[in-house]
């Protein structure tokens, strides 16, 4: 540990308690990576706050010292962006997980960062609401971590992501100030730019979402398909319908090889993919819409169809599907997760091209994806142990997004750019697109020391960037604080 660092932790063991506080190696290697494993680093030193006004200590200590910073909340994120610094202090948001106030007539709630996303919803479904955002780890990720990547999940389609559900945040920025960040006050929408930013701009401290009415009716069926192809095509006949369900996901038949040795989903046997599909609503509009979304299943070609007779037959439904990623390691000992959006019309064109990268190169990869909203999550195949096939794996990976770019779609649809994705950047965006978007993190953090070394691909000072001059870091000169 260097001499900052040392003294950094002599502070925050001051400020926080010893037992808040780590600086033993062997443990600080359980922070070295989020839920994307194949990107590493030790952190120099992670703490673990209780409140806000801690948080703002350690920033400003941070500052004032010139040691970067990264935050971390549950660890799920699957695009490197909580990786933390070897020279820098991990800030760790776990111990803050208190709903603060559950207010059911402005349908809203007030919590923590720390607060797992599946709690929310827990707290309020006696009263009939629900917190709509729904990543597949909503069991263990965390309410802070889904703001910083703007989390989508199974029901984004009908429902939005994160940003469409949090009103209010706290925020502690890169100066150690403590600010709300508001969706309705007046001037510039500093909570949309905040939501989304990877935590590149500051650290939510108390976070105020939307809490959604839960539907009266749901229905959910499987359709089993012998391609996915074929199942692309019953997604287009769906939406072309003029249906929106509230979700409709896609597995192929490796990830539900996967599944099925995971969970034991039992999906159909012999399918080359299935389609979850679930209508949610008043119970006449989901009685109709569900008629003709099994009628045009069928015409797509679906062998069998599978609805849920009630809540535990719905849960079953959905377990392959969420226990997809994990499952991965039933049948690999290695594996990328990938994250492109293309259109809804393209889905059978690129996914014939993701099968034939696939086949030219000898790497498996099994699809996975919320098919509604053409949000792919290819999933790599690779074998570590085996020379060069981590390089062969990363190299199908680029070309898949590489598609995504080329049928007018994005390299990332809730995952986030992190350390995974910022060398991609370049093939969506111009110099002086990503210019223009360093501009606002400087506008930020000037001093570049919040979450560095994410989203862009070549990270610069504010001085370097055109068109910004950086001015006198708050803290400069005052070093003698240690």
């Known amino acids: 540990m260097s001499e900052g ?63 970067p910073y990264v935050a971390r909340g549950s660890g799920t994120g699957l695009s490197g962006g909580a990786l933390p610094r070897t020279d820098g202090v991990l800030i760790v948001t776990s111990r803050m997980r208190r709903i603060l106030e559950i207010d059911i007539p402005n349908r809203r709630a007030v919590v923590e960062p720390g607060v797992i996303n599946l709690d929310v919803t827990r707290a309020v479904r006696a009263d009939g609401y629900h917190f709509a955002p729904d990543p597949s780890s ?41 600010v709300e960040l508001a969706a309705d006050g007046p001037g510039y929408d500093l909570l949309g730019v905040f939501v989304g930013a990877e935590g590149t701009l500051g650290i939510a401290t108390k976070i105020t979402v939307r809490l959604t009415r839960s539907p009266e009716a749901v229905r959910t069926l499987l359709a089993a398909f012998g391609s ?54 008043p119970e006449s509009e989901v009685a109709h819409q569900f008629a003709e979304v099994e009628r045009l299943c069928r015409d797509a070609g679906a062998f069998e169809i599978r609805v849920a007779a009630d809540d535990a037959e719905r849960a079953l439904i ?43 190169s000898g790497v498996r990869v099994a699809n996975v994806f919320h098919a509604g909203d053409g949000n792919l999550h290819p999933l790599v195949l690779f074998d570590d142990a085996e020379p060069g096939a981590a390089e062969r794996a990363e190299e199908v990976s680029g070309k898949i997004l ?8 994005s390299i990332t ?69 240690f």
Not at 34 to 51: I, W
Not at 402 to 409: K, M, P, Q, V
């Open 402 to 409: 590489d598609l995504c770019i080329e049928h007018g779609g």
């Open 228 to 281: 996915i192809e074929a199942g692309g095509g019953a997604v287009s006949a769906i939406i072309g319908a003029g249906v929106l369900p509230a979700a409709i996901e896609m597995m192929d038949a490796l990830s539900i090889e996967a599944a099925e040795a995971a969970v034991r989903c039992e999906y159909p046997p012999g399918a080359g993919a299935v389609l979850i599909v679930e209508l949610d609503g």
């Open 138 to 178: 909503q069991q263990i990720c965390s309410v802070g971590g889904n703001v910083a990547e703007n989390s989508g999940g199974a029901h984004c389609l009908k429902y939005g992501f994160t940003a469409h559900h949090v009103l209010s945040c706290e925020v502690v920025t890169p100066d150690g100030e403590i």
């Open 413 to 481: 649809g809730e995952h986030g750019v992190g350390v995974d994705k910022s060398r991609y950047m370049p093939r969506m965006f111009t110099e002086t697109d990503l210019d223009t978007m360093q501009m606002v993190r400087c506008g930020f953090d000037p001093a570049g020391l919040c979450n560095p070394g994410k989203v862009f691909p070549t990270p610069r000072l504010c001085g370097e960037v055109p068109g910004v001059r950086k001015g006198p870091h708050p803290y400069e000169g005052k070093a003698d604080l």
């Open 318 to 360: 959905w377990t392959g599907r969420k226990s997809a990623f994990a499952a991965m390691g039933r049948i690999s000992p290695a594996y990328l997760v990938q994250d492109g959006v293309i259109p809804r019309t393209s889905l059978p064109r690129v996914l014939a091209s993701i099968d034939a990268l696939s086949a030219a």
């Open 5 to 67: 660092l040392a003294r950094l932790a002599g502070r925050f063991g001051r400020l926080l308690g010893p037992d808040s506080v780590i600086t033993d190696p062997v443990r600080l290697r359980t922070y070295e990576c989020d839920g994307l494993t194949s990107h590493r680093a030790s952190p120099g030193l992670v703490v673990l706050p209780d409140t806000a006004e801690q948080i703002a200590q350690i920033v400003r200590d941070c500052a004032a010292a010139g040691v």
